[in-house]
T-cell receptor, first 114, second 113 residues
Framework: NAGVTQTPKFQVLKTGQSMTLQCAQDMNHNSMYWYRQDPGMGLRLIYYSASEGTTDKGEVPNGYNVSRLNKREFSLRLESAAPSQTSVYFC?????????????FGDGTRLSIL | KNQVEQSPQSLIILEGKNCTLQCNYTVSPFSNLRWYKQDTGRGPVSLTIMTFSENTKSNGRYTATLDADTKQSSLHITASQLSDSASYICVVSGMDSNYQLIWGAGTKLIIKP
């Protein structure tokens, strides 16, 4: 029962470095999401993929890119990391019609940008 | 602006006691309201989802209520256990949300033995 798996769990980067956060789900869900969680704030949607082959911007997409590699995998890339991107990043998935379905989350990637 | 506000920010209660967490939202038009539990260092886990036509929904010792007229929801925890220590997050979806949910900042609940 893996559910949603995120790698890595922790990462420290220097300003200007790039990296890709990986996410895979084994629930055959159509929709996948990337969020960031900052202290004292609600989760904010970065990008989402309603179905394989489609991606859309969320509330805070600047500085990020995504790839829906296949139905299982959805990656998030930081091209040139900035200290403001220090956060905990969560990947989630849901069945089709994500607006009315629960989202299932991974355990997050804790990212620090120095 | 669509917003979800939760109170209190934090709460400490003794094991075995009941508690109620509050959520007020301004999202309109409204589609559904969710409660999530987030353990420290883990991702959120769904507890309940309620549409505007549902007033109450239970999941074990968790009971959520919804008043769509006043745009308020509450999460009641009965006979608390140490494992209930977590953040509880209220999340609202609007009719025109286009897959985007409005997340509250959460209530941090600590259960003491």
């Amino acid at each position: 029962n893996a559910g949603v798996t995120q790698t890595p769990k922790f990462q420290v980067l220097k300003t200007g470095q790039s990296m890709t956060l990986q996410c895979a789900q084994d629930m055959n869900h159509n929709s996948m999401y990337w969020y960031r969680q900052d202290p004292g704030m609600g989760l904010r949607l970065i990008y989402y993929s309603a179905s394989e082959g489609t991606t859309d911007k969320g509330e805070v997409p600047n500085g990020y890119n995504v790839s829906r590699l296949n139905k299982r995998e959805f990656s998030l890339r930081l091209e040139s990391a900035a200290p403001s991107q220090t956060s905990v990043y969560f990947c989630a998935s849901s069945e089709a019609g994500g607006d009315r379905q629960p989202q299932h989350f991974g355990d997050g990637t804790r990212l620090s940008i120095l | 602006k669509n917003q979800v506000e939760q109170s209190p920010q934090s709460l400490i209660i003794l094991e075995g006691k009941n508690c109620t967490l509050q959520c007020n939202y301004t999202v309109s038009p409204f589609s559904n309201l969710r409660w999530y539990k987030q353990d420290t260092g883990r991702g959120p886990v769904s507890l309940t989802i309620m549409t505007f036509s549902e007033n109450t929904k239970s999941n074990g010792r968790y009971t959520a209520t919804l008043d769509a007229d006043t745009k308020q929801s509450s999460l009641h925890i009965t006979a608390s256990q140490l494992s209930d220590s977590a953040s509880y997050i209220c999340v609202v979806s609007g009719m025109d949300s286009n897959y985007q949910l409005i997340w509250g900042a959460g209530t941090k609940l600590i259960i003491k033995p």
